[in-house]
Structure formats: structure tokens, C-alpha cells
């Protein structure tokens, strides 16, 4: 039984609201023929989702001199792929219904301002009242640490929402409550397992936990 009501949800965005996965996958495949990266084995997808972006990294066999230029080339396909890439099915009724009951909303993600605005279009974009975008693959806890301070809220009516170990892993640097959901990136079980604050199945079960 839960009885926090936070104030502020900050969200990652692919995997969480917007449903990237196979772009995200035709994409790495692409980076890898254009950078000279391992190509990703579809039976490591799994593993692969649940081990820290350093070991990512070492998998794919990314130097990190080379890693502006692989995100800042994956950015770029992302943006003409973005015609694929949509909202996951009841994730804009959440996020309506989040900002009338004066939710502040925040997005904390590596993936551009433009593909974000294309994916949920200019009236929703401007729910947001913080929007981070482009944060660096190491760079989240930073980014969280920012909005913090600009928030004005205590840490305890804060509360970061995603679908990777490394979002749950930057929020729990920073001391702030961390959903996992289901339905994104990294397998159900390997999130649970990390032990996030709570696990959602579906967008909905976001709502009773804001204010």
C-alpha cells in the first residue's frame, strides 16, 4: 500500500512513453556497419538490456572517445525513423490526466528535442514543464540532480519513472523514489530484481500515486 503523492514525475522517454524498441534496434544495427561496432546478436538483447551503458559499451565495443559520435549518429537515424516510433497505447490519456490535476511533469532523456516533439506533438511537449533532452549516456543523475534544485520540492515528493537499470540506478544516486515499467526496454524480471520502489504493468497505475 502506498501513501506517497508526489508533486513532480519525471519520466524517461524511449521505452517509458514512446514505444522505440525496434527502431532503436534497426538503428544500432546501422551505427554498427557505419562505425565498425559488433553487431547486436538478438539472443543478447535480453542480457544486454540488463547490464550498466559501461558494459553496453564494452559489448558493442565502443571506445569512449567514439561514443559522441555513435549517440550523435543514432540521433540523427532516429530522426528519420521517427515515423515509426509512437506513444505506448494509454500513455497519453496518463499524461492528460496527470497535468489537470496540476502534476508537474518532467522528461529526462538522451534522445533529441525534435524527435521528441515529433513523437508526442507540440501540446503535449508543453505539459512538460522541464524537458532535458540529448543527456549524455552517464548523464542522467546530473540532469536529475538539476531539475531537483530547480523544482524546489523535497526529494520525497519526487518521483522518477523509466524502463532501464540505468534510469533506477541514477535515481537511487540521487535518493528519489523510482517506478519500473513493464512494458519498456529491460525485461520485468531484471528490473523487479533490482528492486525499484514499484513496478507498473500498465500506464494507469501511474495516476494513484500523484497528487
Known amino acids: 500500500m502506498h501513501t506517497n503523492r508526489y508533486k513532480l514525475i519525471v519520466f524517461d ?58 549517440v550523435a549518429s543514432m540521433r540523427r537515424e532516429m530522426r528519420i525513423h521517427i515515423d515509426r516510433v509512437s506513444l505506448f497505447p494509454g500513455v497519453a490519456a496518463l499524461l492528460d490526466g496527470l497535468s489537470k490535476r496540476g502534476v508537474v511533469l518532467a522528461l529526462v532523456t538522451s534522445n533529441s528535442y525534435d524527435n521528441v ?3 508526442m506533438g507540440p501540446e503535449m511537449t508543453a505539459r512538460f514543464r522541464f524537458v532535458d533532452c540529448g543527456v549524455a549516456v552517464l548523464g ?27 534510469d533506477l540506478e541514477a535515481a537511487r544516486k540521487e535518493r528519489l523514489a523510482f517506478g519500473a515499467v513493464s512494458w519498456g526496454f529491460a525485461k520485468p524480471d531484471l528490473l ?20
Open 117 to 119: 516533439r515529433c513523437v
Open 140 to 166: 542522467k543523475r546530473a540532469r536529475l540532480r538539476k531539475i531537483v534544485a530547480r523544482s524546489g520540492l523535497a526529494r520525497e515528493e519526487i518521483f522518477c519513472i523509466g524502463d532501464e537499470i540505468r
Open 192 to 211: 523487479a530484481a533490482r528492486g525499484p520502489d514499484v513496478m507498473f504493468v500498465t500506464p494507469e497505475e501511474i495516476m494513484p500515486y500523484c497528487t
Open 13 to 70: 522517454f524511449d521505452g517509458t512513453l514512446a514505444d522505440s524498441f525496434g527502431c532503436v534496434l534497426r538503428i544500432l544495427d546501422e551505427a554498427a556497419s557505419r562505425h565498425g561496432l559488433r553487431r547486436v546478436d538478438p539472443r543478447d538483447v535480453d542480457s544486454l538490456l540488463s547490464k550498466s551503458p559501461k558494459d553496453i559499451m564494452r559489448y558493442l565495443g565502443i571506445p569512449a572517445w567514439k561514443l559522441p559520435l555513435v
